[in-house]
């Protein structure tokens, strides 16, 4: 089951590029209010091709970055912590809980600057994370707990759906 969870958020999100969304490194260099510079160096050669180049190592480091990366930015990191989550595990959850607790209030409301939820993801990608919300709900509770996936799910749930997937009636 979790591989082919990993395998459907790689095809859901295989066309996604970074563009001119904020990289983690220059979220983390806001997040940390400017004191590490050596997080700007590394957004210069950050990856802005392909999500799944992007280090582990580099995402579980920088769990408060998410909160500091606009709306495109979160595009191309996400499915990076889906997969680095389903691969490695929680680590030592910091940046699970960071993930949800960002993707909960994502979901429920638009922040000043931000792009919605349902605009932003198309509706590939808005079932991956429903995908990835039950499975940690219902098939790995132990692991990734079950109360913030049922949430995001809820919320989900209560999203008019995005244009194009309206049905028109004629």
């Known amino acids: 089951m979790r591989d082919w969870l990993i395998q459907y958020i790689e095809h859901a999100f295989a066309d996604v590029k970074l563009g ?8 983390a260099f806001r997040a940390d209010y400017g004191f590490d510079e050596r997080e700007l160096v590394l957004s210069q050669n950050a ?14 480091k920088r769990n408060d970055a ?12 996400s499915p990076a912590i889906l997969r680095a ?3 490695d595990g929680i680590r030592d959850g910091m940046m699970y809980d960071a993930f949800m607790f960002d993707l909960a209030g994502f979901v429920h409301a638009k922040k000043q600057d931000d792009i919605p939820f ?8 808005r079932a991956a994370f429903v995908r990835f919300c039950k499975f ?14 049922l949430k995001i799910l809820n919320r989900i749930r209560k999203l008019e759906p995005s244009p194009k997937s309206r049905r028109t009636i004629q």
């Open 118 to 125: 349902a605009t932003l993801y198309n509706a590939r990608q």
């Open 20 to 27: 001119d969304g904020t990289t983690l490194y220059e979220a």
């Open 66 to 77: 998410i909160f500091f990366m606009n709306s495109v930015g979160k595009r191309f990191y």
């Open 136 to 149: 940690a709900a219902f098939n790995a509770p132990r692991e990734f707990g079950r109360d913030d996936p």
């Open 47 to 60: 990856e802005r091709s392909d999500w799944r180049l992007v280090p582990f190592d580099d995402l579980f």
């Open 85 to 87: 989550l389903l691969i």
